[in-house]
C-alpha cells in the first residue's frame, strides 16, 4: 500500500440496505472500491481491483463468503478478508479461520467493531468479535477440525455444488456455473448425499441451510 493514501477496501454484500450501511461506514476511513452482490463477483473484482482488504458477508449466493476465501487463496491472492455474519456460532469462526480470515465480525456489532477489525487485519493481526473469541479460542485449541461438522467432510466443489442445489439450479444451471458437465455434477451429487446420508436435493437444500451455506 503506498504511504498517504488511504486503504483501499471491496466490500462484498447481497443486502443492499446492510451494504449502504456498511458503505457509510467503511468510507469514514477508507476508500470504497465497489459493491459486490455474491463469491463469484467477489473473486473476479479482488482479482482485477486488488484491494487492500475485502469486507464480505459469509451468507451470500453463487458462492458463500468462507468458500470464496478458499478459492482466493488457491489463486494465490492473499489479501486480508474480513468476515460477516449474523450467526453467533463458533463453528463459523473456525471455518473462517481455518479458510485464511483476518477478521470475524457479526453483522450486529459491526457498527461499533468493523472499523478495528479492518484495521487490525491491515496490520496483519486477526480480529475476532469479543463476544466469541474466548469461546472461539478455547474451540481453536482443542486441535483439529471436530467430527462434529459435516461440513468438514466435504470437498470445496462439493461445497459450490450443495450451495448451487439448495438456491434451486438446475443440473445444466450448476455445470454452466462451474464450467463442468452434467455428469460431472451429477457425480458430485452422489457422493454428497452418500457422504451426508442424505437422498433428495431438498433434504441438500435443508442441510445446506441448516450450515449456513445459504440463507433459511
Do not use: C, W
Not at 451470500?60 to 482466493?72: F, K, T, V
Not at 456455473?177 to 457425480?187: C, D, F, K, P
Request: hydrophobic share 45%; net charge negative.
Amino acid at each position: 500500500m503506498t504511504a498517504g493514501r488511504r486503504p483501499r477496501v471491496l466490500l462484498a454484500d447481497d443486502h443492499l440496505l446492510v451494504a449502504e450501511a456498511l458503505s457509510i461506514l467503511l468510507g469514514a476511513e477508507f476508500d470504497l472500491l465497489a459493491v459486490v452482490e455474491d463469491g463469484r463477483q467477489l473473486i473476479e473484482a479482488a482479482g482485477r481491483m486488488r484491494p487492500d482488504v475485502i469486507v464480505a458477508d459469509i451468507a451470500m449466493p453463487r458462492l458463500n463468503g468462507i468458500d470464496a476465501l478458499i478459492r482466493l487463496r488457491e489463486e494465490g491472492n492473499q489479501v486480508p478478508v474480513v468476515l460477516l455474519t449474523m450467526h453467533r456460532d463458533v463453528s463459523y469462526v473456525r471455518r473462517a479461520i481455518a479458510a485464511g480470515a483476518s477478521g470475524f465480525v457479526l453483522k450486529q456489532s459491526a457498527s461499533a467493531e468493523l472499523i478495528s477489525a479492518v484495521h487490525a487485519a491491515l496490520a496483519g493481526k486477526t480480529y475476532v468479535t469479543p463476544e466469541l473469541a474466548g469461546e472461539a479460542l478455547e474451540d481453536l485449541l482443542r486441535g483439529p477440525e471436530p467430527a462434529s461438522d459435516p461440513l468438514a467432510a466435504l470437498t470445496l466443489r462439493q461445497r459450490e455444488i450443495l450451495q448451487l442445489v439448495a438456491e434451486g439450479r438446475s443440473t445444466k444451471q450448476i455445470a454452466s456455473a462451474l464450467s463442468i458437465s452434467t455428469r460431472t455434477v451429477e457425480s458430485h451429487k452422489y457422493h454428497l448425499m452418500e457422504t451426508l446420508g442424505l437422498h433428495s436435493n431438498a433434504e441438500l437444500a435443508l442441510f445446506a441451510q441448516k450450515h449456513g451455506l445459504v440463507q433459511s
